[in-house]
């Protein structure tokens, strides 16, 4: 059963760079049959999604996230990352990984998730 | 980018009742639209994908139609563990996905 964990600081200060990192355990990140995302959730609101990334370091952005944003892969740990600079309070969410399935192309939908993450940005 | 809109906002059902939640899209996703379930305190796991297929995990009750820019989904009758907050994503027109803004089903 694969499971997928985020880890990283649950608090940032602005303008800082917000670090996350997704193990996956169960099963490869290294399959080109899926891809790896990651969704954040604003305490009570909807789900938005940032972006994803192939095992081979392919990546796609949210274009109104796109020039915060970076996503990187560690195949050898089976792990993939997020970064996100210049936060500001709006960016204080849960942040998910997950992965992508049932895609055309880059274009999917998740059918794992990690548990989530609270990241609060604040002073 | 395609904005999905979910209504109602709230659905209040008792157990046994039918439930129907609608997402629209602001243009054509064809059949590429998904649905999940979100408890409190959980993550969202995939209900539905491509509009009809039920994922892993969910009972016949649950079932999806629609295509274009209207589709629907539909709790047959509702058990107390369909209670929950539902959202629609697609993936037909991207990057970005989207997602709607939810419904929460609810407890009469």
């Known amino acids: 059963q694969l499971q997928m964990q985020e880890s990283g600081p649950g608090l940032e200060k602005p303008s800082e760079t917000l670090s996350l990192t997704c193990t996956v355990s169960g099963g490869s990140i290294s399959t080109s049959s899926h891809y790896w995302g990651w969704i954040r959730q604003p305490p009570g609101k909807g789900l938005e999604w940032i972006g994803s990334?192939?095992?081979?370091?392919?990546?796609y952005y949210n274009p109104s996230l796109k020039s915060r944003v970076t996503l990187s892969v560690d195949t050898s740990k089976n792990q993939f990352s997020l970064e996100l600079s210049f936060v500001t309070a709006a960016d204080t969410a849960v942040y998910y990984c997950?992965?992508?399935?049932?895609?055309?192309?880059?274009?999917?939908?998740?059918?794992?998730w990690g548990q989530g993450t609270l990241v609060t940005v604040s002073s | 980018e395609i904005v999905l809109t979910q209504s109602p906002a709230t659905l209040s059902l008792s157990p046994g009742e039918r439930a129907t939640l609608s997402c629209r899209a602001s243009q054509s996703v064809s059949s590429y639209l998904a649905w999940y379930q979100q408890k409190p305190g959980q993550a969202p796991r995939l209900l539905i994908y491509d509009t009809t297929n039920r994922a892993t995990g969910f009972p016949a009750r649950f079932s999806g139609s629609g295509s274009g820019t209207d589709f629907t989904l539909t709790i047959s009758s509702l058990e107390p563990e369909d209670f929950a907050v539902y959202y629609c994503q697609q993936r037909s027109n991207w990057p970005p996905l989207t997602f709607g803004g939810g419904t929460k089903v609810e407890i009469k």
């Open positions: 990334i192939s095992y081979s370091g392919s990546t």
């Open positions: 997950a992965r992508g399935s049932y895609c055309s192309g880059a274009s999917c939908y998740y059918d794992y």
